[in-house]
Structures are given as structure tokens and as C-alpha cells.
């Protein structure tokens, strides 16, 4: 997938797919057995799909800030 320091959006892709899910497994193992199973699903969609893009973004994009 990674070749030469060139690499496909598909393995990218999943590359920060599985970053995603280990950032929310970190904070649901904080929670587990004491949340319901509604909220524990919504927490874990905003961390994958709005505080984890957002954070990567900031720190691994060439024209991020903290780059």
C-alpha cells in the first residue's frame, strides 16, 4: 500500500480508519459497563467522525498549524 512514499486513498483510508477506532476504544474503555448502549454508539461516532479527523487534520496535514 505503501510504496516509495506514495500510497493509494484506499489504503490511507483504512490506515486512518483503524487510527479512528483505537481513539475511541481508549475512551470507551474509561466508560464501559456505564453507559447505555445508545450513548456509548453516539460518543464513539463523534469521536471517529468529528474530533478524530479534526485532530489528525491539525497535526498531520502539510498546511496544518501544527505541522
Known amino acids: 500500500?505503501?510504496?516509495m512514499g506514495?500510497?493509494?486513498f484506499?489504503?490511507?483510508f483504512f490506515f486512518?480508519?483503524?487510527l479512528a477506532a483505537a481513539a475511541s476504544t481508549i475512551?470507551?474503555?474509561c466508560v464501559s459497563g456505564r453507559m447505555k448502549f445508545g450513548a456509548y454508539a453516539l460518543m464513539n461516532f463523534i469521536i471517529a467522525g468529528a474530533i478524530y479527523p479534526i485532530c489528525a487534520y491539525w497535526a498531520w496535514s502539510p498546511t496544518a498549524?501544527?505541522?
Do not use: P
Open 16 to 18: 486512518e480508519l483503524a
Open 6 to 8: 506514495k500510497s493509494s
Open 65 to 67: 498549524w501544527l505541522f
Open 10 to 12: 484506499t489504503g490511507l
Open 1 to 3: 500500500v505503501f510504496v
Open 27 to 29: 475512551a470507551s474503555a
